[in-house]
């Protein structure tokens, strides 16, 4: 029996590298290491029940406009958020009942305690349909890593960026919309500071700028991202080891402690989708509020 | 040897970065305990504040962490 481990294990290194280009082409790489790898990162392929679906790779005119793996995670995120929304609110009442219930009490927290916290009562409900829009799409991505056969579309760095970059671009136009063009430039920096300290303040508030969104999405992608790779590492434990027995020894700790890591994965992924919409709101907040 | 390198730098930057993130955190944590502890009624606040830098904290750890694997995934 551990022989027949031994050259299972053995043929399994082996392969790699001789193998490695066809595993590749089959989306089955067989060393631990390209197995996560090929889990975390974007493809060409769905899987389902060892099945390959391939994906249309579409390039225009030098750029790579495939429908990707997490591209397809993001629509099935749209379509249940929008299938969730329709059929809850569909028989609107005054005291809602069930899933309606438990959707206005998630609408109601970001409005009330994120938005109107950070922004004020009038910004607070005019920006919320972009804070909540981010918190639902978020959590929703976040969530769809932890299911069978799915991929989380936030653990790809690409994803993460667009959002901050979108976030970005509402920090400045809210400052922009409040104050006009020149005088949200001004408020870069806070008024009433010596002249000498002027020239370090500019650098050092305009490097804040664009530290802000690139946090956002280093953020977001390293969590999602630490996340899978926690999981996949202790699942592969079974596999690391050269004698079956061992292999079978280490099965039930390695599930029970993958199974752990899902879970804690289900807490991360709503704190995540809060820190997400928290900050950006809070950053809306100093643009459209900067202090005198 | 040296083809080992990477990886004990990738291992020791990796444990560093683990020691600097849950000093912070716990550093955060105690000080947030102690004021919900002296005024119970500011719990709300202080949870929400506590999260965010938290959060920051987290993200700086989090970068470092995914250069360390980065270190190993391009040996």
Not at chain 1, 26 to 47: K, N, Y
Not at chain 1, 82 to 92: M, P, Q
């Amino acid at each position: 029996m551990q022989e027949a481990g031994h050259k299972v294990v053995s043929e399994v290194q082996h392969g790699a590298t001789a193998a490695s280009a066809a595993e590749h082409a089959a989306g089955h790489p067989d060393d631990l290491g390209s197995t996560i790898m090929h889990h975390i990162t974007d493809g060409h392929s769905l899987e389902f029940f060892g099945w390959e679906i391939p994906l249309p790779q579409i390039h225009i005119g030098g750029l790579d406009l495939s429908i990707t793996k997490h591209v397809v995670m993001m629509w099935v995120a749209a379509v249940i958020l929008i299938l969730l929304f329709t059929v809850a609110l569909r028989a609107r009442r005054i005291v809602p009942t069930g899933l309606a219930n438990l959707l206005e009490m998630i609408v109601l927290f970001v409005r009330d305690e994120i938005s109107v916290k950070n922004l004020g009562a009038h910004h607070g409900r005019k920006l919320a349909p972009y804070l909540l829009t981010l918190f639902f799409f978020i959590l929703t991505c976040n969530l769809l890593g932890l299911v069978p056969f799915a991929a989380s579309a936030t653990g790809n760095v690409n994803v993460t960026a667009g959002l901050a970059i979108l976030s970005f671009l509402m920090i400045q136009f809210e400052g922009i919309r409040e104050h006009g063009f020149f005088k949200h430039w001004k408020n870069l920096v806070p008024h009433g500071l010596p002249v000498l300290v002027l020239p370090i303040m500019i650098v050092v508030e305009i490097l804040g700028m664009f530290v802000k969104p690139f946090a956002l999405t280093m953020r977001l992608f390293a969590n999602m991202t630490a996340g899978h790779v926690a999981i996949l590492a202790f699942l592969g434990m079974i596999f690391v080891f050269k004698s079956t027995a061992a292999s079978l020894a280490a099965a039930p700790m390695a599930v029970g402690l993958a199974l752990g890591i899902m879970m804690l994965e289900v807490f991360v992924a709503l704190l995540q989708a809060y820190i997400f919409t928290m900050l950006t709101s809070l950053f809306i907040g100093l643009s459209v509020h900067p202090s005198h | 040897m040296d083809q080992h390198l990477p990886y004990v730098a990738a291992a020791i930057g990796m444990g560093m970065a683990v020691i600097g993130g849950g000093y912070g955190i716990g550093r955060l944590a105690a000080a947030a305990l102690e004021g919900i502890a002296r005024q119970p009624q500011a719990g709300g606040p202080i949870g929400t504040n506590m999260l965010i830098a938290a959060g920051l904290i987290e993200g700086a750890t989090l970068v470092a962490e995914i250069l360390c694997f980065m270190i190993v995934l391009l040996k």
